[in-house]
């Protein structure tokens, strides 16, 4: 640690007058003495602050190299991408919308950081425009970089012998890649208590209800941070008689496909008001209608 020591200097300065007195004598005015408290009024020139430097961010990576790094869509799986063990995400009540076909991935925020994969501005499959929430912030130039939830997985249920995987992933991300906009409101769903709610940024709710979640076997994913990917009807799900699915970024922490895809979390209508899912989110079809008003990009949180 550095030790600043501060010196105080005191200085006194004394002036003596002479009188001389006497018929006939010249006294010669001597020149004004400059006393401390006439130092002490002027007015110092101002140090100018210096301009801080902020830290670099990597280059914007070329078509080329985009095409060549794989797309993190729900069905992929990326080895680098990051999760719970590797960040803490923290709600930054952002949405960010790609500015461009294909963004840039990165597994740390570093200047000298390569892209590990890419995110797309439409939803695969789906073909809806595409938006993140944000849910952490690295200064540098042009905005620096955002922590930036993906829909993509890092690895399934069995690798390696571990029957658990991580529910959501997430990547850093070049802020001038994006469109940043703030929200005021999440869609918060309580694991424990079985409801799912809308909570605002102030930690009002303007909606609530009960609503019908996974088995220890096939659970919901629990203490988990992810986003709102897509909300959209699909007359091919029979079951949610054509209310919206509200498809998260969040996949089942236990089963490596269901149903044709790679075990994704929705929160969706089903006729049956009892019973239980295979890991999504079961609730009335109100509110799917009230979900789907959110943006494409809300956070999510699973408690």
């Not at 080895?79 to 063990?85: K, N």
């Not at 496909?257 to 075990?263: E, H, K, L, V, W």
Request: aromatic share 6%.
């Amino acid at each position: 640690m550095r030790r600043r020591t501060w010196g105080i200097t005191i200085g006194a300065v004394a002036a003596a007058a002479l009188v001389a007195g006497g018929i006939g004598a010249a006294v010669q005015p001597s020149a004004p003495v400059e006393t401390a408290a006439a130092r002490s009024t002027a007015t110092p020139t101002p140090t100018p602050s210096p301009t801080p430097t902020l830290p670099a961010v990597p280059a914007a990576a070329s078509e080329a190299e985009l095409a060549a790094l794989p797309l993190a869509f729900h069905d992929a799986v990326v080895p680098e991408l990051l999760d719970g063990s590797h960040v803490r995400p923290d709600n930054r009540w952002e949405i960010a919308t790609p500015k461009q076909r294909l963004v840039a991935l990165y597994a740390d925020a570093a200047p000298d950081a390569r892209p590990v994969a890419t995110l797309a501005s439409t939803v695969s499959t789906i073909d809806t425009p595409a938006a993140t929430a944000v849910w952490g912030r690295s200064a540098g130039r042009d905005g620096g970089m955002v922590l930036v939830s993906t829909p993509a997985r890092n690895r399934t249920p069995g690798d390696g012998g571990d029957p658990t995987a991580p529910s959501a992933t997430f990547a850093w991300a070049r802020a001038a890649d994006f469109t940043i906009a703030p929200t005021d409101r999440m869609i918060r769903v309580d694991v424990h208590a079985s409801t799912v709610s809308v909570v605002a940024r102030d930690g009002s709710v303007s909606a609530t209800e009960a609503a019908r979640l996974g088995t220890p076997d096939d659970p919901t994913p629990t203490s988990t941070a992810t986003y709102v990917e897509a909300a959209y009807v699909d007359a091919r799900v029979t079951y949610t008689q054509g209310n919206p699915i509200i498809l998260t970024g969040a996949h089942s922490s236990r089963i490596p496909q269901y149903g044709g895809n790679a075990a994704l979390t929705a929160l969706h209508y089903y006729p049956d008001p009892t019973g239980s899912s295979h890991g999504c989110v079961r609730i009335s079809a109100a509110m799917t209608t009230t979900l789907s008003q959110l943006p494409v990009g809300t956070a999510i949180w699973f408690s």
